[in-house]
């Protein structure tokens, strides 16, 4: 995985045979000149990249070596202890069980429900926390004044094909009319900015924005969740796994939001910025997100 200083990289990386995928930002098209972008390329084309890198006289930096190495040790299954773990990736039939333990574990304070399934059929659980043990002071006055709903997993069906086939998956796992490639970049499939820059209509790329707004399942059931609580939601997060960035309104556009000064915490009391960043933090989303 290399990082790199931008010149003409798109036009370097646009080379028959090729192949690039964009982690920072996650589209070619997004690309801008004076920017540092993230890619990995097949251990087989690394040789010919660095080339490319230095006969174009861009700076760059391996950021990993060797990526598979990295992937094997998030499925070190063999020696992990029995169980939901806090600090490594867990496969789907773990996170489902423990959504289910401690709901029944916490009954009053956590509850789970189901928003809908996805292509494959699988159970969308929603979690909602109502209130803490009072012993985490944050914690506690956040729960007074508000509820939590988490999602934790968005992308299921692209999740566990991350465990099963690709780690490096992140469309949804549903068919497209006419053609053999599957899935839906879910992160793209909302009906916002949709299918603007950054987004493609060509359903082979990992960037396919799907064949309408809301499409997929899965991004039909996280919408009609917010829309009919949508008179009580404050702020939506979705926590990614890739660029170390806090995002907020709109990602889609350079444009800034109306409550922008807001979001950065330019109004409102200490207690306003400390819960304005807790939930602009970016519920969990995403094939590669956890």
């Known amino acids: 995985m290399v990082a790199a200083g931008v010149l003409q990289l798109p036009c370097l990386f646009l080379e028959p045979n090729m192949r690039v ?39 760059y930096e391996i950021l990993i070596d060797n990526l598979q190495t990295v992937l094997d040790r998030q499925f070190d299954s063999h020696v992990r202890s029995a169980g939901y773990q806090y600090e490594k990736y867990n496969n789907w039939e773990t996170i489902a069980a423990w959504t289910a333990d401690i709901a029944n574990q916490n009954p009053d304070l956590v509850s789970r429900s189901q928003i809908g399934t996805t292509f494959e059929g699988r159970p969308m659980y929603l979690l909602k926390a109502v209130r803490t043990y009072g012993t985490e002071t944050i914690m506690t006055r956040l729960l007074d004044q508000l509820d939590f709903y988490v999602l934790p997993v968005f992308n299921i069906d692209g999740y566990v094909y991350t465990w099963t086939k690709s780690r490096m998956w992140r469309k949804t796992r549903s068919t497209n009319p006419g053609t053999s490639c599957i899935g839906t970049d879910p992160n793209r499939n909302f009906n916002a900015g949709w299918c603007s820059v950054g987004a493609s209509r060509r359903p082979c790329d990992d960037t396919y924005c799907g064949s309408a707004p809301e499409s997929e399942k899965e991004t039909k059931a996280l919408v009609n969740f917010i829309r009919n609580n949508l008179s009580t939601i404050k702020a939506y997060l979705t926590i990614h796994s890739y660029s170390q960035m806090l995002l907020y309104p709109y990602s889609y556009t350079y444009d800034v939001a109306s409550n922008n000064v807001e979001l950065q915490g330019g109004e409102g009391g200490q207690d306003d910025f400390l819960i304005g960043k807790m939930i602009e933090n970016e519920a969990i989303k995403d094939s590669q997100a956890f």
């Not at 540092?36 to 861009?58: N, P, Y």
């Open 21 to 59: 995928d964009f982690w920072h930002p996650d589209s070619v098209t997004l690309v801008k000149t004076g920017m540092t972008v993230d890619f990995r390329v097949e251990a087989d084309q690394c040789s010919e990249v660095e080339r490319l890198l230095q006969q174009s006289g861009l700076n």
